[in-house]
């Protein structure tokens, strides 16, 4: 199946990507780039709940249930997301009904109610799941990092969800403004992928229904500022310690060569993964498994590794780690052998990509909220196929220069990892 997007821009500023696909639906995403890395102090959550409310009502569909039984009528069905860096409004629908599905969305956002009864309804709905993800040890894990190393600390809260405090007392005129100043047509995207028959007749139904959106410029993004850190978290009534192995990202979107840097990192993390998980499960038996996690946003993104054990064997792991770490940094690296397993493995994976709309739509879509373009798939995959063992050396160098930080949540243990990392790393 081809991949051929297009890109294209309405008069007001909208950007629009168009993905025509062999495929009988249509994907939709309506992304603005904002998200909550944008939101100061006072502003914590208005993100998240402004998502929620653009859903609660419009003169046409009063009600979150008269929308979703009209979508589903017609063949398709609808979400939205709030993230770090955007917000989308999303769905998908049979492709004979997509001037359906536009027209849901374009009156959603152009005639949200922000109805007060609504605020409050929604405001105990969005409460209760932050009281639940609050009790959620994962998430008090990801609150600590985000904390420790980024400094973004939302007393009784969490990122996205915003604080306790700000989720009581916001109101239909903060979301009036937030509206009207985070979602213009100039940081917005409507992306489609599947089913196009006449792209110029689509232009121009998407001209005249998403008129309405402003045309200012919208600042991003507060800064984040990674400081390392060797911290744990205690969280009692826990029996196994989650250790996170973090650094900040080795390439930038800034970066030139980025594809074929990105292309080499990729392929170092996957062969440090795979090495790790051979080293820490197989054959010492410490861990259940090692999986990749992040931290941060667009500007400041913290790659690394996560893995749990218990308390008595956290200074194992951190030992190993390290010493797996530099050695396949400095002399096992990936081989020609392993290159060419990961090239064909791709295969698949490209096929997965090309033969989904969902897919297609999320990457075009991140691509633009990342890069503001469209990258050129065959040719990453050209550049991929086409890395060599020097390559890996060449672009992985000062990967560890980080630098690292071990965060570790659960119960407490006896182990100064920061030392046990620095004698090992070598």
Avoid at 18 to 32: G, K, Q
Avoid at 85 to 90: E, I, N, P
Wanted: charged share 25%; aromatic share 12%.
């Amino acid at each position: 199946m081809k991949f051929n997007p297009t890109m294209h821009k309405l008069s007001n500023g909208i950007t629009v990507i168009l993905d025509p696909m062999d495929v009988a639906t249509d994907e939709l995403c309506i992304c603005f780039k904002t998200g909550a890395s944008d939101e100061k102090p006072n502003e914590y959550g208005i993100t998240h709940f402004c998502e929620h409310m653009i859903d609660k009502g419009t003169p046409r569909f009063p009600t979150p249930r008269i929308g979703d039984d009209y979508i589903a009528e017609h063949g398709g069905y609808t979400n939205a997301i709030t993230s770090m860096d955007c917000l989308r409004f999303t769905g998908r629908i049979i492709a004979k009904n997509l001037w359906v599905l536009l027209d849901f969305w374009a009156d959603k956002l152009k005639n949200a109610l922000f109805d007060e009864s609504v605020i409050e309804n929604e405001r105990g709905v969005i409460l209760d799941e932050l009281r639940r993800r609050l009790s959620d040890n994962e998430i008090k894990a990801q609150i600590f990092a985000y904390e420790k190393l980024l400094g973004l600390n939302i007393p009784k809260g969490k990122v996205i969800l915003g604080s306790s405090e700000n989720i009581k007392r916001f109101k239909h005129a903060d979301f009036v403004k937030f509206v009207s100043k985070r979602m213009s047509a100039k940081n917005c995207l409507i992306c489609i992928s599947g089913k196009i028959q006449n792209k110029k007749k689509l232009l121009t139904d998407l001209e005249k229904m998403f008129n309405f959106l402003p045309t200012h410029d919208v600042k991003n993004y507060n800064p984040l500022k990674y400081r390392a850190h060797f911290a744990h978290n205690y969280i009692p009534d826990t029996k196994n310690v989650v250790i996170e192995f973090l650094l900040p990202a080795l390439w930038n979107h800034n970066t030139r060569n980025f594809d074929k840097k990105e292309s080499c990192v990729s392929m170092f993390e996957n062969c440090l993964h795979e090495k790790l998980f051979d080293i820490l499960r197989s054959e010492n038996g410490l861990t259940y498994g090692v999986s990749r996690t992040w931290y941060g946003n667009m500007n400041t993104q913290l790659p690394g590794f996560r893995t749990e054990t218990s308390p008595n064997n956290v200074a194992r792991v951190v030992e190993l780690f390290a010493k797996t770490a530099y050695r396949v940094y400095t002399k096992d690296l990936p081989t020609a052998d392993y290159l060419h397993k990961y090239t064909n493995e791709l295969q698949l994976s490209r096929a997965n990509f090309l033969e989904s709309n969902s897919n297609r739509c999320d990457r075009l879509v991140l691509d633009w909220v990342h890069f503001n373009r469209l990258n050129d798939f065959y040719e990453q995959c050209r550049i991929m196929d086409s890395v060599t063992v020097k390559d890996v050396f060449k672009y992985t160098r000062g990967y560890f220069d980080g630098p690292i930080s071990i965060i570790t949540h659960g119960p407490k243990f006896d182990a100064n990892l920061k030392q046990i990392w620095t004698k090992n790393f070598k």
